[in-house]
């Protein structure tokens, strides 16, 4: 252990100042820092639209720009607000641009700030239940009501009824990568048991699967969790089934492995995949993957495509990608949290309490990779107690309806296609290959286009690969975007391809 030197010399590198009545928490310098802040936040989204929205600057510049050692003394709140400006806004890719359409809806709301600056302010570690019972417990209720906007059964709630406290339940992670993660290891230890493994010695036999289309950190969290990679089933989907996973291809999969002497442990199912919003048929899944015993886990959306929900082990999804709640903000709701925490509980002495050893309380620590937490839960609720289910509903409508408009529009022009049937708010579209045009060639228009589009800071575009097609992706959801917003990227997506096609002539 270190040691602290009382010796007042020790502290001389940090300034003369150093020894001043320094009282970070002052309440007027936190009054006016935080009114200051506002202002800026609220000034930032008033000017957003009128910023490119890919910034012109090379890698390194802010160490060019701002100090590459820390300050000896200290500055007036009023040149950091400044050097934010003039250096850091510049350089920012603006996600929270009407005219963000790459990756995926980063939403954001007045409510959701506010809840995390409260949050932060307070600063709470929600490691156990006594540690912050309102923390914990808004926690809790934020799931129970998000689940029933999501109408999932009740099995997933964390209610507490007269016979006590349920199998089912929630965490509210930072990422999906993390609920994939934790999952995977209580799936895990889960087939270890079944298999009568001893210790860890039958993890080479363990399998996962997941179509193509689902998102890469799928395949990092398998690592992660210790599974083979050659045990890592990445099915191929096709147009056929939308580029959805097959149940009937899943099945002979899994059989072949179980023939092999592997043990199916974990299925993922993803309703609207990163890359092409695919839906895989979740009630069909859940289906094949209980044949085997296996974990079911899956993503879900819109409530109509989760029919067979009552079937799965998990599901998770992330309120910051399209409920208006800021980063980082995934949902992880349960069957069975005994699943969870059997993997992930750690009980040192100096965390054990009454409330604890009761079983009557939640301790969420045991539900993550880590022991600490922020107050994650506050925004989620601020978010819903605010606006309510109806302007919700209204705000995800609004969103796919203005996909559609986008989609509508690509179809009418017969230059371009649309690769996947657009599900929910994204549209996978392409200039298609005409005349003499390889696929080579549609490759290399389509990437002009982008990078074109991108280049004006009018508009910021990604792309992925579906069937070995480069294909565009308009990601429509942004909490500022409205039917201008689109029309106006996509008059600047017909009049750059005219441009385009118009030099390769």
Partial sequence: MGSLDTNPTAYSAFGDDATSDFQPLNPDDVRSYLHKAVDFISDYYKSVESLPVLPDVKPGYLRDQLRSAPPTSSAPFDVTMKEITASVVPGMTHWASPNFFAFFPSTNSAAAIAGDLIASAMNTVGFTWQAAPAATEMEVLALDWLAQLLRLPSSFMNRTGAAGRGTGGGVILGTTSEAMLVTLVAARDAALRRSGSQGVSGLPRLAVYAADQTHSTFFKACRLAGFDPANIRSIPTGPETDYALDPARLLEVMQADVDAGLVPTYVCATVGTTSSNAVDPVGAIADVAAVFNAWRVHLPEF?????????????????????????????????????????????????????????????????????GRRFRGLKLWMVMRTYGSAKLQEHIRSDVAMAKMFEDAVRADDRFEVVVPRNFALVCFRIRP??????????????????????????????????????????????????RHVRSAWELIKKTTTEIMEEEM
């Fill in 434 to 483: 005409q005349g003499a045009m390889t696929e080579e060639d549609a490759e290399e228009v389509n990437r002009e286009l982008m990078e074109r589009l991108n280049r004006t800071g009018k508009a910021y575009l990604a792309h992925t690969a579906v069937a070995g097609k480069f294909v565009l992706r308009f990601a429509v959801g942004s909490s500022l975007q409205e039917e």
């Fill in 303 to 371: 409530r109509h495509h989760l029919d067979g929900v009552e079937r799965v082990d998990s599901i998770s999804m992330s309120p910051h990608k399209w409920l208006l709640t800021c980063l980082d903000c995934t949902c992880l709701w349960v069957r069975d949290t005994h699943r969870l925490t059997d993997s992930l509980e750690t009980n040192p002495e100096y965390l054990k309490n009454d409330a604890s050893e009761s079983g009557n309380v939640t301790d969420l620590k045991d539900m993550q990779v880590g022991v």
